[in-house]
């Protein structure tokens, strides 16, 4: 069992950088795929990036290439998603989420365990 605690997001400009954090419970963080993905008002969850186990392969949805940043530090068991050159679309509810290995690392469905979610606002 993991727990996924988020911390960071909040309001701020067009062009401005957050950093999103996601504190994993248990000793066995460095054994999962961590992900993050974001809901936007009226509609689906979507994928934003991924890490693997080791943190040597990273993905990302085409939106956020070159903007955004996951990565992870398996001593803190926390991952983190940068995000940088903020626009207004990146508005959403943004989920962290670890991935016994099992599933799809793009699809929320291949998730086994859920942060509570982060409120990101970006304003023009």
């Known amino acids: 069992q993991v727990q996924l605690v988020q911390s960071g997001g909040g309001l701020v400009q067009a062009g401005d950088s957050l950093r999103l954090s996601c504190a994993a419970s248990?000793?066995?963080?460095?054994?999962?795929?961590m992900g993050w993905f974001r809901q936007a008002p009226g509609k689906e969850r979507e994928f934003v990036a991924t890490?693997?186990?080791?943190?040597?392969?990273?993905y990302y949805a085409d939106s956020v290439e070159g903007r955004f940043t996951i990565s992870r530090d398996n001593a803190k068991n926390t991952s983190y998603l940068q995000m940088n050159s903020l626009k207004p679309e990146d508005t959403a509810v943004y989920y962290c989420?670890?991935?016994?290995?099992?599933?799809?690392?793009?699809?929320?469905?291949?998730?086994?365990?859920w942060g509570q979610g982060t409120q990101v606002t970006v304003s023009s």
């Open positions: 989420a670890a991935n016994a290995g099992w599933g799809s690392m793009f699809e929320e469905d291949g998730y086994d365990y």
């Open positions: 890490i693997s186990w080791s943190g040597g392969n990273t």
């Open positions: 248990g000793r066995t963080f460095s054994s999962y795929v």
